[in-house]
């Protein structure tokens, strides 16, 4: 399943990047072409290789915001169903319950200087 979805996130970027190109070099080149009909000057290149330079801006950021999100995708924790996910915080809340008895039990025995400061700087992180 997670191949499907690759493949068709890159069909989405490729069919992305050609729109872009296209109409960045499209719109300039027509804007162009209505200053050189209008005016009489001779703008049309200039507004088409200022499409094109605009297009590849385009695409390279883009990209850019693909990869990353791509990347994301990747480094982020496996989706969990609702049931999993209500069984991790039940775990985990029995791990912090423990963890405060223990931290009780220990107060009132002997315990050596050096773990007092360690048992309190734990305290003070919560």
Same mark, same amino acid.
């Given at each position: 399943? *997670?191949d499907r979805? $690759?493949i068709? $996130? %890159?069909?989405t @970027?490729?069919?992305?990047i050609g729109i872009? %190109? @296209?109409?960045?070099i ?5 804007i162009?072409y @209505?200053?050189?009909? *209008?005016?009489g000057t ?9 499409g094109?330079a605009?297009?590849y #801006?385009a695409v390279?950021?883009?990209? $850019?915001?693909?990869?990353? $999100?791509?990347k994301?995708d990747e480094d982020s924790?496996?989706s969990m169903? *609702? &049931?999993?996910? &209500?069984?991790w915080?039940a775990g985990?809340?029995?791990?912090k319950?423990?963890?405060? &008895?223990?931290?009780d039990?220990?107060?009132?025995e002997?315990?050596?200087p050096g %773990?007092?400061?360690d @048992?309190?700087?734990? *305290?003070?992180? #919560?």
């Amino acid at each position: 399943m *997670r191949d499907r979805s $690759k493949i068709v $996130k %890159m069909i989405t @970027l490729i069919s992305q990047i050609g729109i872009t %190109m @296209l109409s960045s070099i499209f719109l300039c080149g027509g804007i162009g072409y @209505l200053i050189d009909n *209008r005016f009489g000057t001779h703008t049309f290149i200039f507004a088409l290789l200022l499409g094109i330079a605009g297009g590849y #801006r385009a695409v390279y950021v883009l990209v $850019k915001q693909f990869t990353e $999100k791509d990347k994301q995708d990747e480094d982020s924790p496996v989706s969990m169903s *609702r &049931e999993d996910l &209500e069984t991790w915080k039940a775990g985990a809340d029995y791990w912090k319950q423990s963890s405060t &008895e223990v931290d009780d039990e220990l107060q009132g025995e002997d315990v050596p200087p050096g %773990m007092r400061d360690d @048992l309190d700087d734990d *305290r003070m992180d #919560r």
